[in-house]
């Protein structure tokens, strides 16, 4: 009988381990939506899993599949953390409640004020300067000033632009209305629209390919396309500017991340969230794009570091997902399609 209470006792002390040991192996795992390709991510996930042993799992999809996908599943949603690219798509995020306020003084020290939320609830990881690429065989740069000086007449026929269905351009327009109010903006956008050689093109490659054609002279684009296309094609005659450096200083934008409200294990995730503000994961972030780090202290890709310094705006990126839809009706008011 004493033997058949041991066995029993055994299976039940095994059991109970099982149960106290299996939350914790779940806990070593953080699972992440991520609006950023596979390529563009799983280094620094395989960087953070080998250095604390916590595991990434992860499902890639497009901003908006990915707030739908959280937005419906609610308080049973298995994702710890959010990734997407765009201030304007965090801000919405965060807006829908979908994110929670993280107070991390590692985080706050990684990251500038205006690369990340006022209520601590997604921080920029990489930063994307939209800035001005021109045809060095046609345009002199002392030609070039600022985004509001392509209203001038001087550019007449001589611009090309992305759709403005785009949120890159969207946010452009928003940080425009911040600063300058929405009669000045206008009078700057329909000025663009303007001076275009060609209807809004589809996105950035294309305007570049066009600019390089001389089919137009110069453009308005993120700098890691730029940096794509030349990397196929050093001999394009296509150089940076960087606009607005006595002024406001270039427009910037992030990809960036939050912590999901309603996610298991938010204190790994924000581990993670963590360590991808530090030096060991910032510049995978950022080269892998051809963008900058959003960490100050850590220095772009040589490559990209070659296009120059230059000053950044530093009106926080909120203001871009708050006047989004202002900037929309803007756009489609002056005809900018």
Excluded at 78 to 104: C, E, F
Excluded at 177 to 195: C, F, M, P, Q, R
Aim: glycine share 6%; with cysteine.
């Amino acid at each position: 009988m004493s033997h058949l209470i041991s066995a029993r006792l055994i299976s039940v002390l095994l059991l109970a381990s099982s149960l106290l040991i299996a939350p914790l192996a779940v806990a070593e795992e953080v699972i992440v939506y991520s609006a950023r390709i596979e390529q563009l991510i799983k280094p620094m996930f395989d960087a953070f899993t080998h250095e604390t042993g916590i595991k990434v799992k992860y499902t890639t999809d497009n901003e908006g599949a990915l707030l739908a996908r959280l937005q419906a599943e609610g308080k049973n949603t298995p994702a710890d953390m959010l990734i997407t690219v765009d201030a304007g798509n965090l801000w919405a995020a965060a807006q829908s409640g979908l994110l929670k306020p993280v107070r991390s003084e590692l985080l706050e020290n990684n990251i500038p004020p205006h690369l990340r939320d006022p209520d601590h609830e997604w921080f920029g990881l990489s930063v994307r300067a939209r800035t001005i690429i021109y045809n060095t065989k046609k345009v002199n740069p002392s030609e070039l000033s600022t985004y509001e000086d392509l209203a001038d007449p001087k550019w007449h026929k001589r611009l090309c632009l992305r759709s403005s269905k785009k949120v890159y351009n969207q946010s452009l327009v928003a940080m425009m209305l911040a600063e300058h109010g929405a009669a000045d903006t206008e009078k700057v956008v329909k000025g663009w629209v303007a001076n275009l050689a060609t209807p809004p093109l589809p996105d950035d490659t294309k305007a570049l390919e066009y600019v390089a054609a001389g089919k137009c002279d110069v453009t308005v684009v993120n700098t890691y396309y730029f940096g794509r296309l030349m990397h196929k094609d050093p001999d394009l005659p296509l150089a940076v500017f960087w606009p607005n450096q006595q002024s406001t200083g270039v427009h910037v934008n992030v990809s960036g991340a939050g912590i999901t409200r309603y996610g298991r294990n938010q204190k790994n995730a924000v581990k993670l969230l963590e360590f991808l503000s530090s030096s060991k994961a910032q510049n995978l972030f950022a080269d892998l794009n051809m963008e900058y780090p959003a960490n100050p202290a850590i220095k772009p890709d040589t490559f990209v570091a070659g296009w120059g310094t230059f000053k950044q705006n530093p009106l926080n990126l909120s203001k871009a997902g708050e006047l989004q839809t202002t900037a929309v009706k803007l756009m489609d008011r002056v005809g900018y399609q």
